[in-house]
């Protein structure tokens, strides 16, 4: 056990010090920032200049509504959501490929267990997942907190179509704040899934940019037919985001219950038996 959580610690140490989740969070910044000053700041200046004596009917753009998870309208947020597979795979989800080809595994098989190994991959790799694609979106919130205020949403002419429909609307409508935790929270749990794919396809080519990019293809595939089948809801590229939100339970254990399961148990039982000697 002891041996399991040192190994847990070093390789959540190399994750997060590792040149991919610097060159992750610098692009997610980049995305991140670039929102703060084409929507936030001309809300916040909008917000400024309102005449609710002119017309009343008018309301503030709030942080609900105006942070880059806040409306699927805004283009740096389909941007965002669209690369977020590479983003969560860039810091880890090729790390096992690399200590494959570069003989790293052979000195840690001959020290420690495949299974103590191949646990603390999949963990640190999804905790570097969830991080890579957090940490960005932590930094647009905190900015829209600074500029907009944190007021409960209107329903009269609203910034996204969150109604009744959707799951925690209610939430929204009430505590808007903790319905944007609900989703980072989902967001961090989506990032983890996605390096866990990435340490799933390190068996199906010779080619480290196949590992990287298969997350990002496999969910461009599942947007493509959620698209023609007009179910844009089942895809993550939207239900990620607080502004377009969630419209089926279902579609969240799918994601993270089988995604979870499947993308572990490749890993696991293919990494056991893969010969790296």
Not at 226 to 239: D, G, H, P, R, W
Request: hydrophobic share 50%.
């Amino acid at each position: 056990m002891e041996s399991m959580r040192k190994m847990m610690k070093e390789e959540v140490k190399r994750s997060l010090r590792s040149s991919g989740m610097l060159i992750s969070l610098i692009l997610g910044i980049i995305i991140a920032i670039v929102q703060v000053f084409h929507y936030q700041i001309p809300a916040y200046q909008l917000n400024q200049e309102l005449d609710f004596e002119k017309v009343p009917i008018l309301f503030f753009n709030t942080i609900a509504d105006s942070w880059i998870g806040g409306s699927p309208t805004y283009l740096e947020s389909f941007l965002y959501f669209l690369i977020l597979p590479i983003l969560a795979t860039l810091p880890f989800g090729a790390s096992y490929f690399t200590d494959t080809r570069s003989g790293f595994l052979k000195g840690i098989y001959i020290r420690s267990s495949r299974k103590q190994y191949l646990t603390a991959k999949y963990v640190a790799s999804f905790i570097s997942g969830g991080i890579a694609v957090t940490i960005p979106l932590l930094l647009n919130l905190a900015c829209g907190m600074i500029l907009l205020p944190n007021l409960v949403p209107q329903s009269v002419l609203p910034h996204n179509g969150i109604n009744a429909a959707n799951l925690f609307f209610k939430i929204y409508f009430s505590k808007p704040l903790l319905y944007i935790i609900v989703f980072l929270c989902i967001d961090f749990l989506l990032g983890g899934i996605w390096a866990g794919v990435a340490l799933a396809a390190s068996f199906i080519s010779d080619y480290k940019i196949v590992v990287l990019s298969s997350p990002f293809f496999l969910q461009l595939v599942m947007h493509v037919i959620c698209t023609m089948l007009n179910k844009i809801e089942y895809s993550s590229v939207y239900f990620a985001q607080s502004g377009y939100g969630l419209f089926h339970s279902g579609i969240v254990v799918v994601y993270f219950v089988v995604g979870g399961v499947v993308t572990w148990i490749v890993f696991r039982k293919r990494g056991e038996k893969e010969d790296v000697f």
